[in-house]
């Protein structure tokens, strides 16, 4: 049955995941009206992602919503260790110590830290933000069917799954939010490179009421066990009462549709305990990255355009970088600033972060599993002492680079970008997993306390900010973004640590919070502009060298 109703907006986002959602709540706060349309009804499944990444909480932060993420429920008491052992009442081998939420002392490198926030909660704080603008519309059972692009805008057919009748939407731009089977991203018909398929994967989740009183192990939010064939599973905390997911390592589909959950859990914990089983979903690991993230006036963000293996939970948290990347541009071009080429850099920036991502967490994965067999770690003998220090000693020295990994989480650098000025300094060595605090341009502009409870990062997110650590007149880049109708605020930083750490007496930061430029006098201002604004696309070499050359302010 067709009903064409031809409805216009600027903005269409295909899927109510994270990614659309957040996507939706930024350019919410932008004032960009927006529909997004979600296939299913208005309910989470089992929570896929668990662990939302510091960057996130900074994300969370900007957006105001930090308090309730962080508050979801999960007790604050709780330590945030990785455990590994051989089963709940067997030897513990090793430990990765985390504080709990109370504990938390402020890092050196950001105002907030990575935690638990299953999707289950998380989902539905974003979602209750992106409503509370009205310019933004979020239906479910709504489902894109297909899309024609041409050179004013896209023309998508939807159909509402209830009344099975299809509506016609016309809108500026589109996004394809939705998830590893994108529509979006076949009917552009962009390939995916990499690994589609590494292996079977089983999620069980188990609401176990007894959990603590059945053995002796310090409290931890994930336990992984370890046997002579090495790390076979591991058990993570859902809600922080008695929901449990249990996940199996180097299983084949026959050997996970024919498990014995009840053996397997058995072996896990050691013995007998009460358990029911709440979800057993049957998935497939994999790590992918789409040949380009854009088409014209399309878009792909999140799982559409790079899925991860969930090992150190760096899926939706990539995913959400995406977003905040897209989120201003879209809003730049709508609101007549952004250039042509503004739009152009979301691939160049977006499709190399990813996919730097997604290599870090196919390790992560290989790390589970990497050199911990040993005949003789169940053994109560000598030798098995030996056995279970070094296997232990070696899983967490591995899993920390998967579990406390700020260089991933921090340390992406959209360099070369087009948007982004160069100043010719070399690009910092890139370390996943170490993380070291720089203005180097395209990095994210580093975090420093300013003020009681006030981070340097609170000052982000609505416009571009001058940062001015010295007394330098400023007006005339104030005046060069004002006639190009950019949304640009200086702020001047009298903070000598600021000053020290920021190594410039100005930086400009976008609106998502990375350096686009840096120097310590003005350069041409209108050059300066129109490159960051993404107008300065074709800028010839020549050009670029003048925005290195400082010129008196
Ligand atoms: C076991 C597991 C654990 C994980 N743990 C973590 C973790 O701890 N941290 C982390 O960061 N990531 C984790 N991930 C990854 C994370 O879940 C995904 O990266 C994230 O859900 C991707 O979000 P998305 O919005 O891009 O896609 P999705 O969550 O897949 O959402 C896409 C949405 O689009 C909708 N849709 C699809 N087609 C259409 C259509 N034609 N029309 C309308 N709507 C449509 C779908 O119904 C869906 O709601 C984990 C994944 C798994 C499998």
Redesign the pocket.
């Known amino acids: 049955m067709t009903d064409r109703k031809v409805a216009e907006v600027p903005v269409l986002i ?8 957040a996507l939706a709540a930024d350019l919410g706060r932008r004032g960009i009206r927006t529909l997004l ?4 009804e208005n309910r989470i499944g089992p ?7 510091v960057r ?1 909480l900074e994300f969370c932060r900007g957006l105001g919503i930090v308090e309730e993420v962080r508050h979801w429920g999960f007790p604050m008491d709780y330590p945030l260790d990785n455990a590994f052992v051989t089963d709940m009442r067997g030897y513990e081998i090793g430990r990765l110590r985390a504080p709990s939420l109370a504990q938390e002392r402020a890092s050196a490198f950001s105002p907030e830290r990575g935690m638990m926030c299953p ?1 289950t909660w998380f989902d539905p704080i974003l979602q209750k933000l992106a409503r509370t603008h009205p310019h933004i519309t979020i239906r479910h059972q ?4 297909t899309f024609d692009q041409d050179a004013d805008g896209v023309t998508a057919v ?1 159909r509402d799954q209830r009344s099975n009748q299809t509506e016609v939407v016309r809108c500026k731009y589109l996004v394809g ?8 991203r076949d009917l552009l018909g962009i390939e995916i490179r990499g690994e589609p398929h590494i292996d079977w ?1 089983m ?1 069980v989740y188990l609401r176990i009421p007894d959990f603590f009183g059945h053995h002796d192990k310090e409290r931890a939010i994930r336990y992984v066990f370890v046997g002579p064939d090495g790390t076979w599973s591991f058990i993570s905390f859902v809600d922080g009462k008695d929901l449990w ?1 249990m ?1 199996f390592v180097g299983l084949d589909e026959d050997k996970l549709r024919a498990m014995d959950v009840d053996t397997l859990v058995r072996r896990a914990m050691g013995g007998d305990v009460a358990y029911t089983i709440e979800d057993k ?1 049957l ?1 497939v ?1 994999k790590r992918t990255v789409a040949d380009r993230f854009m088409d014209g006036r399309v878009f792909l ?4 355009c790079h ?2 293996p ?1 090992n150190g ?8 970088q995406d977003a905040f990347d897209l989120g201003w541009k879209l809003a730049a071009v709508l609101q007549g600033w952004g250039g042509e080429g503004l739009l152009e850099s979301y691939d160049v920036e977006r499709r190399p972060a990813s996919a730097r991502a997604a290599e870090v967490s196919s390790a992560n994965y290989r790390r589970l599993g990497v050199n911990a067999r040993s005949a003789d770690i169940l053994a109560a003998t000598p030798a098995g002492e030996v056995a279970r220090r070094e296997v232990g000693a070696r899983l967490v020295e591995e899993n920390r680079k998967s579990w406390q990994p700020t260089g991933v989480h921090l340390g992406y650098v959209y360099h070369p970008s087009p948007i982004v000025v160069p100043d010719g300094t070399p690009k910092p060595v890139d370390d996943t997993f170490g993380y070291e605090p720089t203005t180097f341009p395209g990095a994210r502009a580093p975090h420093v306390w300013i003020g009681e409870g006030r981070s340097i990062l609170d000052l982000f997110g609505a416009g571009f900010v001058l940062l001015a650590f010295a007394d330098i007149a400023t007006e005339p880049l104030t005046r060069a973004a004002g006639a190009a109708g950019v949304p640009l605020r200086v702020e001047r930083i009298t903070s000598e640590e600021a000053a020290r750490l920021y190594a410039r007496r100005l930086v400009l930061v976008r609106p998502d919070g990375h350096v686009a430029w840096r120097g310590d006098a003005l350069p041409d201002c209108r050059a300066l502009i129109d490159a960051v604004r993404g107008a300065g696309l074709k800028a010839s070499a020549r050009r670029v060298d003048a925005l290195r050359q400082p010129t008196a302010g």
């Open positions: 295909v899927g109510g995941g994270p990614i659309g959602l349309a979600e296939k299913n929570a896929k992602m668990l662990e939302v990444s996130t999707q709504l489902k894109l069917e939807l939010a939705d998830g590893f089977a994108s529509t979006v994967a999620n997911r996940q979903t998935w690991r963000a999140g799982d559409s899925a991860h969930p939970g760096l899926g939706m948290n990539t995913g959400l």
